[in-house]
């Protein structure tokens, strides 16, 4: 039974394609988040949706949309790729109400854009 | 200060010894704190959760210094697979999670 799950797992693509990953929990949780992990290894938030409101949206370029159909989906959605966009890319989903904010990662999906 | 800084590493150890990893942050409204390990090209798990002066689950023992800003992680008779890269997470606004560079652990037979 996987908490967090992501799919692709490995993304392969060309400069300037868009592209789509998704994102699921079974975990119950009400607030869901996508982190980017580059080379470097640096763990950075993205986005965070709270019951399908957006709650954190950092400095990210606008190529990318994030999209939470429901509490139990988070998907991101990426326009004209570029080199600079390779890395691995966390879902993550916690529960706010209970005030600790433990969040439980998903397996990663590795983009690489080439 | 940075929001979150930790021992560089990598810690290289030989099994069954004691190990122990040290995080300062700049946040000093933060009431908790997270350690998380990290396996190579895995996800982060989370390890332990402290919300008051430490917390203790079997060999691993997480302490909060917030006068100091300053939490520990000490690993006891240390296991091969131990071997990772241990991060600091104390949370930011909104929920958020800040993440260090981590410290990277190598416990050898």
């Known amino acids: 039974d996987t908490a967090v799950s992501q799919t692709p797992k490995y993304l392969v693509t060309q400069m300037g394609n868009d592209k789509s990953i998704k994102c699921e929990q079974n975990?119950?949780?009400?607030?869901m988040y996508w982190y980017k992990q580059d080379s470097k290894k640096f763990l950075k938030i993205m986005f965070s949706?709270?019951?399908?409101?957006?709650?954190i949206n950092e400095t990210v370029p606008n190529r990318f949309s994030p999209k939470s159909p429901d509490k139990a989906h988070l998907n991101l959605h990426i326009n004209s790729l570029e080199l600079g966009d390779s890395a691995v890319y966390f879902c993550?989903?916690?529960?706010?109400?209970?005030?600790?904010?433990?969040?439980?990662f998903g397996p990663g999906t590795r983009l690489t854009v080439t | 200060r940075k929001e979150v800084e930790q021992d560089p590493g990598p810690f290289n150890v030989p099994e069954g010894a004691t190990v122990a990893f040290n995080c300062t942050y700049s946040?000093?409204?933060?009431?908790?704190f997270f350690w998380y390990r990290q396996d190579c090209r895995k996800e982060p798990k989370l390890l332990m959760s402290?919300?008051?002066s430490g917390n203790e689950d079997g060999r691993f023992t997480a302490q909060l210094n917030r006068a100091s800003q300053y939490i520990s992680l000490l690993i006891r008779d240390s296991k091969l697979s131990d071997s990772a890269t241990y991060l600091c997470?104390?949370?930011?606004?909104?929920?958020?999670?800040?993440f260090g560079q981590g410290t990277e652990l190598s416990v050898k037979p």
């Open positions: 975990l119950g949780h009400d607030t």
């Open positions: 949706y709270n019951n399908k409101e957006l709650i």
């Open positions: 993550a989903s916690s529960y706010r109400g209970q005030g600790n904010n433990e969040q439980y």
């Open positions: 402290v919300y008051s």
């Open positions: 946040n000093s409204a933060s009431q908790s």
């Open positions: 997470v104390p949370p930011g606004e909104g929920g958020k999670l800040i």
